[in-house]
């Protein structure tokens, strides 16, 4: 059965600094991964996709990495600001119908 | 704008009430999906509709029904048969086999 890990559960990083999330899955046999947001009280934003044919994706300071033979996933967010103090939760499409497997997310917060 | 939305957004209930939470999309997704998220837990797939008129169990289906009528709602039923109902319920949609998912602004349900 699939597993989803991320580590750390929480990071706090001063404003400014690079910081790197980190995901991993127990099977490599996955469609896709895909990298969430999610603000308290509030729904899931997707941030990035990335196919299981692919390396990596960006998205303007977001770089979202995949090594499906070790399964792993990084989600590397540059120049951090406090507006990116969220939840980020990795998931991956494992099954024939689309199913999202989740990990339990890491929380992020950057200080002023 | 096209968009998933869930109402309402917050549910106050009594045990062994059942009550019904909405979920329409106008994105004219085929697919649409039901999670439920307690705290420090990931999100767990309740119940997956592929296309209208059908729809299969996730992994925490007991106590709880869907219906997919038309390609647009997919109603979630909390029965009184669950038996810890209170958490923060997510629907989600997306184009079968593209396996992007997009979700809702969610639903805190509480039940006393």
């Known amino acids: 059965k699939q597993e989803v890990t991320q580590i750390p559960a929480a990071l706090s990083v001063p404003e400014g600094e690079n910081l790197v999330l980190n995901c991993s899955f127990t099977d490599s046999a996955i469609y896709n991964l895909q990298w969430f947001r999610q603000d308290p009280g509030k729904g899931l934003t997707s941030l990035l996709l990335?196919?299981?044919?692919?390396r990596e994706q960006t998205s303007g300071r977001l770089n979202a990495s995949l090594d499906k033979s070790s399964g792993r996933s990084t989600l590397y967010i540059a120049a951090s600001q406090p507006g990116d103090s969220a939840t980020y939760l990795c998931?991956?499409?494992?099954?024939?119908?689309?199913?999202?497997?989740f990990g339990k997310g890491t929380k992020l917060s950057v200080k002023p | 704008d096209g968009g998933i939305t869930q109402s309402p957004k917050y549910l106050f209930r009594k045990e062994g009430q059942n009550v019904t939470l909405s979920c329409e999309q106008n994105?004219?997704?085929?697919?649409m999906y039901w999670y439920r998220q307690d705290p420090g837990q990931g999100l767990r797939l309740i119940y997956y509709?592929?296309?209208?008129?059908?729809?299969q169990k996730g992994d925490i289906a007991e106590g709880y029904s869907v219906s997919r009528e038309k390609k647009e709602s997919f109603p979630l039923t909390v029965t009184s048969a669950q038996k810890n109902p209170t958490a923060f319920y997510l629907c989600?949609?997306?184009?079968?086999?593209?396996?992007?998912?997009?979700f809702g602004p969610g639903t805190r349900l509480t039940v006393t």
């Open positions: 509709s592929q296309i209208v008129n059908d729809f």
């Open positions: 998931a991956v499409t494992g099954g024939s119908q689309g199913n999202l497997i």
């Open positions: 994105l004219n997704h085929d697919a």
């Open positions: 989600a949609s997306s184009i079968p086999g593209l396996y992007e998912q997009y």
């Open positions: 990335i196919q299981s044919s692919q």
